[in-house]
């Protein structure tokens, strides 16, 4: 029973020094950042990005490596961003006002990319139009309410003189 013992003993001595050889070669293939402690900078079409922008036939898209993203126009208002989710990876995220400079870079996009660009403008704009049309149904039965009321007032009050007679 001593010699079983030892010879486990002696066994996990063996492979002490080959876990630590799997951890010192597994270090070596690691990215060259993650080494280092860097954070790996991560947005769609990085391979165009120069310092944080990426500059396309006039149009400037800037990189968003904390949510991996490009954005087009003024991202402070999110009523009017729309947010796309590229094929490829990552997203796109463009004011409502910037389309037409978005379509002056439909040539940077991928064809699935692109799909998906136009798929999602498509549907932004349908949308979009419906809910005009439900606000404008909504201020026309405002506007039949108040008038309709102003009715019965004049009618409450033209009634009220007669009866005064």
Partial sequence: MIIKENQSVKALDLLAPREKAKVDSTAKNAPFS????????????????????????????VCDYRTNSICLGDM?????????????????????DNFEDLSKATSMFTPEDLNAIMRAIAHYNFSKKKFDELDENEIKTLKNMINEA?????ASDIRKKEAGR
């Fill in 150 to 154: 102003d009715t019965r007032a004049e």
């Fill in 76 to 96: 402070l208002n999110p009523k009017k961003v729309l947010r796309i989710i590229l094929p490829s990876g990552g997203k796109l995220n463009v004011n409502e």
């Fill in 34 to 61: 993650e080494i280092f402690g860097e954070e790996q900078k991560i947005c769609p079409y990085s391979h165009l990005d120069v310092g944080g922008y990426i500059k396309y036939n006039g149009v400037v898209f």
